[in-house]
């Protein structure tokens, strides 16, 4: 691991995933906060925050993921406000969490902890995904997945169950 001091001096692409987590982190501390210096703070950043949003064109709201959030490799990726998603989940580029149609008004997405989401998935709501899930690469996910499954394809279907 490359300490984000280093990443910033050889103009590392991590460093501007680590710099927009960070912020994403101190956007969540400060959002309900009393106090005009804590208002302050979360204006201050907000507007860092949406700045490296646009500039890493990760699109990811706050109080959305859990804690220990990896986000690998830059690239595209848009994880909406209605995504409740657990702890230690990894989420590659081109994926894509968004609703069945543009009408539906509740379409949240669960997803447990410890779930592994590869690249150029995409996962329409309103959906359930269980904890330990591992969602193969292209994989459209519109039906629930239980626990300890790895599922993959057009619509998703389950593959095998992980031991354990």
């Not at 507007?47 to 959305?64: A, C, E, G, S």
């Not at 894509?96 to 149609?101: A, C, D, I, M, N």
């Not at 539906?104 to 995409?122: F, L």
């Amino acid at each position: 691991m490359i300490s984000p001091f280093r990443q910033w001096i050889t103009f590392n692409d991590n460093y501007r995933i680590h710099k927009l987590l960070r912020l994403l982190r101190h956007v969540e501390f400060y959002k309900d906060r009393l106090g005009f210096i804590s208002k302050l703070m979360y204006g201050l950043y907000l507007i860092q925050f949406r700045r490296y949003r646009l500039k890493t064109d990760i699109m990811i709201f706050p109080n959305t993921f859990g804690p220990g959030l990896q986000i690998m490799h830059p690239g595209f990726r848009r994880l909406d406000s209605f995504v409740k998603c657990g702890a230690n989940c990894t989420v590659l580029p081109m994926v894509l969490l968004g609703r069945k149609r543009p009408t539906d008004v509740d379409s949240t997405i669960t997803i447990g902890d410890n779930c592994y989401i590869s690249t150029g998935v995409t996962i329409l709501g309103p959906v359930t995904i269980g904890n330990n899930v591992t969602i193969a690469a292209g994989a459209v996910v519109i039906d629930d997945v239980p626990d300890n499954a790895v599922v993959g394809g057009v619509p998703a279907k389950i593959l095998k169950y992980k031991n354990g």
